[in-house]
């Protein structure tokens, strides 16, 4: 079963940037590469939305609302995959989740993701 662990939330002003990263464990390389890996974010009173996401093949994809301004990346080698955000926007503030799913039919629809991290808070000022 996988399991993930996100890092590197924290608060930053508006127009900053922020590196976030998910690590997954309970298995190996080739265990980790079929999964589609995703990060969703829920903002305070807010339903929880799709932001990135990145599939085996390594084709991202991405909501509207971050296009131009975040970038998924995957390594496989090291069961990470990353969400690099720029020109960050009060509106970003979310708790932001790492998701993961051999099977999606659609990349942002979270009940298609089977394992889930704990989350980590973003604050854009």
């Known amino acids: 079963e996988v399991q993930l662990v996100e890092s590197g939330g924290g608060r930053v002003q508006a127009g900053g940037s922020l590196r976030l990263s998910c690590e997954a464990s309970?298995?190996?390389?080739?265990?980790?590469?079929?999964?589609?890996m995703a990060w969703f974010r829920q903002p305070p009173g807010k339903e929880r939305e799709g932001v990135a996401a990145i599939d085996s093949d390594g084709i991202a994809s991405y909501a509207d609302s971050v296009k131009g301004r975040f970038t998924v990346s995957r390594d496989n080698a090291n069961n990470t995959v990353n969400l690099m955000m720029n020109s960050l926007k009060p509106e970003d503030t979310a708790m932001y989740y790492c998701?993961?799913?051999?099977?999606?039919?659609?990349?942002?629809?979270?009940?298609?993701?089977?394992?889930w991290g704990r989350g980590t808070q973003v604050t854009v000022s």
């Open positions: 309970g298995g190996t390389y080739s265990h980790y590469r079929p999964y589609c």
């Open positions: 998701a993961a799913s051999r099977f999606v039919r659609a990349w942002d629809r979270a009940t298609d993701y089977d394992a």
